[in-house]
């Protein structure tokens, strides 16, 4: 039996790693959209699990499911929030460089309104542990609640996003500087949730996260106006460039003698014998 000829050798260096297109800007919203309404149960499952005493602290004590508790989950959901865009077999990282302002603004705040949706069975978990008034006994009942909590959810997932992306897009520079607001920014961000859920809807606690949130969501955009500043993109060589830089690197190693025939002695091929001192 005859052996089918292999094909030609690839035409030029393989790529380190293996990019996954960008795709649509419907698909993309729509993928940020699903992940925000999976996190939502997926932190819904643990408030449930926690009103049954079966979830058990690192001290071993069992977590209960109060409004700190529901704080803590609302502020996990919105700190969490960005990591929703991040793909690093992309080559923009998740945060694609058309479309972003849109994508950016309209996937915080409809990502905060799916969170809140689903927020709404979470008083239900709380039973006679809710106190009466407050935020995470009255969030299915009282408008004033539940609109506090979606400001808290778009402020939070705003400022949340503008922290981390210039860190995913500048580098690791950037995320060096970066680094310790990062930090400060996660205990504030859990404080606050628990500060929001453990305390009754208030005209001054609103007009604060009005405040955050519309900020928030000013900061996201010029992020996302200078995102190809930050990051610039690489200008992308046609076949026939890349076919004529290959074929310059062939040359150059003739050149100097480095084929896979015949390398040149050096670090990487066979030494000399090692001679000894002269005396």
């Not at 039996?1 to 293996?18: C, D, F, I, V």
């Not at 210039?166 to 628990?194: H, N, Q, R, T």
Request: hydrophobic share 50%.
């Amino acid at each position: 039996m005859s052996e089918t000829p292999a094909g030609p050798p690839p035409s030029g260096p393989l790529p380190l790693r293996e990019e996954k297109p960008v795709p649509t800007w419907t698909r993309d919203f729509v993928r940020v959209l699903g992940v925000s309404l999976f996190g939502a149960l997926f932190f819904t499952f643990f408030i449930w699990l926690a009103s049954t005493g079966l979830m058990v602290g690192n001290d071993f004590e069992i977590i209960e499911a109060d409004a700190m508790w529901m704080g803590i989950c609302a502020a996990g959901l919105a700190f969490f929030f960005p990591f929703l865009f991040m793909e690093h077999k992309r080559p923009d990282d998740g945060f694609r460089r058309e479309g972003l302002i849109p994508m950016i603004l309209l996937g915080v705040v409809g990502s905060a309104v799916i969170v809140t949706l689903v927020a709404l069975v979470w008083p239900f978990f709380l039973g006679e542990r809710a106190v009466p008034g407050a935020v995470a006994a009255e969030l299915n009942a009282d408008p004033a609640s539940f609109f506090l909590v979606l400001l808290f959810f778009i402020g939070g997932m705003a400022w949340s996003t503008c922290m981390m992306m210039p860190m995913m897009i500048g580098g690791y520079k950037v995320a060096l500087w970066l680094l310790l607001p990062y930090l400060g920014f996660a205990f504030l961000i859990f404080f606050a949730g628990v500060q929001v859920f453990d305390n009754p809807p208030g005209l001054l606690a609103t007009m604060i996260w009005v405040a955050v949130a519309l900020s928030g969501l000013a900061v996201l955009s010029v992020l996302a106006v200078l995102r190809n500043v930050i990051d610039k993109p690489k200008p992308q060589k046609t076949a026939s460039e890349r076919d004529a830089a290959y074929q310059r690197y062939l040359e150059d190693r003739l050149q100097r003698g480095l084929t896979n025939e015949n390398p040149l002695p050096g670090i990487d091929g066979p030494q000399p014998p090692h001679q000894g001192p002269r005396r």
